[in-house]
Every structure is written in C-alpha cells, then in structure tokens.
C-alpha cells in the first residue's frame, strides 16, 4: 500500500531533551516536506526536500533540523525542544514539486 | 505566514444541500489545491487547479479559480453527513507550499 508513515504518533517530552520524529515513504517521491499544525494557523511549512541531499527551509525553521540521506526518509529533528514546539506534526510526499502531496497520519507533540 | 485565507471558517448546512468555501491568496501561484482533514488526522488531496485553469470538476466537487482577484472557490454539491471534516486551500509558487486556516464544514444528518 502507497504510505507515508511517521513515528511516533504521539511524544511527550521536557523541554531541551533532544527528539526525532521520523517520516518514510514508499512511493519513490523526490520531494518531502514537514508541516506543523496549530489552532487557527493552519499549515505551516518547516522545512522541504526536492531530492536526496537537498533540504530548505520552510515558514518556520527555527528549532528544527532535517536530512534526507536517503530518498525515502525525512527524519525531523528537535535538537532542544521547547514547549513552542507543542503541535500537530505532519509530514508530506510529492512526486515533483508543486504536484499533489500524500500526508502522514501525523505525530502529536507535546513539550513539557 | 499564511498564504490562502478561507472563508467562511465555520459552515453547517443539512444533507443534501450545497456547500461553498472560499479561499483568497495574496501572491501569484503555479497551482491551487484543495485539501480534506478529518478531525487529527492527516490531510486528503482533493482536486489541484494550475494558474492557467478557471474551473475544474472531480465527482461532486467543483473548484474555480480566478487569479485576476487571487480567488478560488470549492463547492460540494449533495452533500452528505461523511462530507463532515475542515477543508484547508493550498497555494503553490516555486515550491512554496501555503496553506490556510481552513474552513470546518459540518454536514447534519
């Protein structure tokens, strides 16, 4: 079945204790994003991957690190989670930019 | 910040009635897209519109788009009780993906 999948789905943590919340895909998408959802705010893009190596920041970076070593995964990074941080998390694949994205089930955040 | 503004943020019509939800932008785009979420969950592509397009149909779902007044409509036509979720625009510009707030569509039975 074409997914993408995150884990984990739900996470609390302390402030400053280091996180990674990791998103796979398995449709062979070259470009993956993360969003953070909040009340009233909508979606709001942290960082994007067009390809494999390739990364650039979104809306709202601070705070957050990616990689994308290989073409399937797109791990998101809290290096020092603070409780700003608390949110709905989603990631997302394309097949190309612009075009259709597949969504995550999402990853509920909660900083203490 | 935010790119598409929907509008109404709020909508509750009965079964079988037509639902219409706006959404305004601010800069120019490649393409619009229209996207479902069901309460927490993750969000569901429902139809993409390209710059150059003015109307496009899938089903029940009609969607326009009228970039001299950076615009786009969706409309649910019949629409049902599992038509209940937040529908959130989406717009597209070198590779700059904005959504909006969204607008929370329930549909009574």
């Known amino acids: 079945e074409a997914q993408v999948t995150q884990n984990p789905r739900y996470l609390i943590t302390v402030t400053g204790k280091k996180l990674t919340v990791t998103c796979s895909q398995n449709m062979n998408h070259e470009y993956m994003s993360w969003y953070r959802q909040d009340p009233g705010l909508g979606l709001r893009q942290i960082y994007y991957?067009?390809?494999?190596?390739?990364?650039d920041k979104g809306d709202v970076p601070e705070g957050y690190k990616v990689s994308r070593k290989e073409k399937r995964n797109f791990p998101l990074i809290l290096e020092s989670p603070s409780p700003n941080q608390t949110s709905l998390y989603f990631c997302a694949s394309s097949p190309g930019t612009g075009g259709t994205q597949y969504f995550g089930p999402g990853t509920r955040l909660l900083v203490l | 910040s935010q790119q598409g503004e929907e509008d109404p943020q709020a909508l509750s019509i009965q079964e079988g009635e037509n639902a219409t939800m706006n959404c305004s932008y601010k800069?120019?785009?490649?393409?619009l897209q229209w996207y479902r979420q069901n309460s927490g969950r993750g969000l569901v592509h429902l139809i993409l519109?390209?710059?150059?397009?003015r109307e496009k149909h899938s089903g029940r779902l009609r969607v326009t788009l009228d970039t001299s007044k950076k615009s786009s409509s969706l409309l649910i036509t019949a629409s049902r009780a599992a038509d209940t979720a937040s529908y959130f625009c989406a717009t597209e510009n070198n590779n700059d993906m904005r959504f909006g707030a969204g607008t929370r569509l329930t549909v009574k039975p």
């Open positions: 800069t120019s785009i490649n393409n």
């Open positions: 991957s067009m390809n494999v190596e390739v990364t």
């Open positions: 519109i390209r710059s150059n397009e």
